[in-house]
């Protein structure tokens, strides 16, 4: 619970990937790397388009304008973020890059996010938890400005750019247990930041965040440093979700001393929109309270958060005093839940 003071996140800023790609392209991509009989391709397919419908996959974005790195649409987030907020980048205390993308293990991501943005002095570094490093990051950031008065502006970026880790190498129907959810991935990049004192641009005031993890389960997801690829044993993962996620919303809900009928929004990760709408039939909630991007953009990772906030934003469906609910369940098991009321 946060208690004693006042902790405002911004809009997001989000930022695309170049090309807008369909499922048509990526079954044609498989279909280039397969080497096997038509029969088993035909089911190898068939496969993968069920996955999509249960999903409810479309389009998403993929791959960098030439001249940029994935990095660069994060840096480029992070100074408009600031621009927009009027924050002068020299007044940002705390800087902390919650993205999976990386170009090298040392040092951190956000050193590089810091130097381009030139903030000379602050304290910086990465969080990195799967889909959840994002609000993982500002549960820290958070946590710093309520143990330190010194630090009153906090930045929090990501940029996941899965492209390498998608694999489009699937010999047999038996492969898509693992291969066929890396199919539904898109690229992009965001930032907000945190601050003491709410924006004229509107904002959400961070009321209660939980962080719980079921390490057990640490195995259901992987990109391994050698082959680089996505595997995700899909099904136990969705499980869990089931059978954690509405614990951890009704937890922090009741802590709130609120109702989950007085939830106006349920900003969720965005894996799937059926696992979406079970969760939401678990808690007796009704399913346009819980906006679906998946379809425009795909399963951005630590991006589908902000993404997904920034389209209601834009939408004009948020009013002075709403009350939100951000979500994101991740590969470890980690789940990480934010309350919040919208100020504008």
Known sequence: MLTNTDIYLSTPVVRFAKNKVNNKTILEKVESNFKGEAGEFKKIKSGISMVFRYCDTDIRYLGN?????????????????????????????????????????????????????????????????????????????????????????????????????????????????????????????????????????????????????????????????????????SKEVFDLGIEYVPDEIRSIVKELDWSIDEIDYFISHQPSRKIIHQICDILNINHKKAPITHHLYGNTVNVSVPMTLDHIIKENRLKNGDKIVMSSAAAGFTMLTIAAEWIK
Not at 175 to 180: N, V
């Open 65 to 233: 304008e030439e001249g940029k790195n994935p990095l660069d649409y994060a840096i480029e987030a992070s100074k408009t973020v600031c621009e927009e907020n009027n924050v002068d980048i020299n007044s940002v205390d705390l800087v902390i890059y919650g993205g999976i993308y990386r170009e090298y293990f040392e040092p951190a991501t956000a050193m590089e996010v810091a130097s381009k943005l030139g903030i000379e002095k602050a304290h910086i570094f990465d969080v990195t938890n799967a889909c959840a490093g994002l609000l993982q990051s500002v549960n820290v950031a958070a946590s710093f400005m309520m143990s330190d008065p010194s630090i009153n502006t906090a930045l929090c970026c990501t940029t996941d750019f899965p492209d390498e880790a998608i694999n489009y190498d699937i010999q047999s129907f038996e492969e898509l247990s693992l291969k066929a959810a890396g199919l539904t991935l898109g690229s992009g990049a965001a930032a907000w930041i945190l601050t003491r004192k709410a924006l004229e641009n509107g904002c959400v005031k961070l009321l209660n965040i939980h962080n719980k993890s079921i390490p057990e389960a640490f195995n259901l997801c992987k990109i391994p440093i050698n082959d680089r690829k996505f595997s995700s044993q």
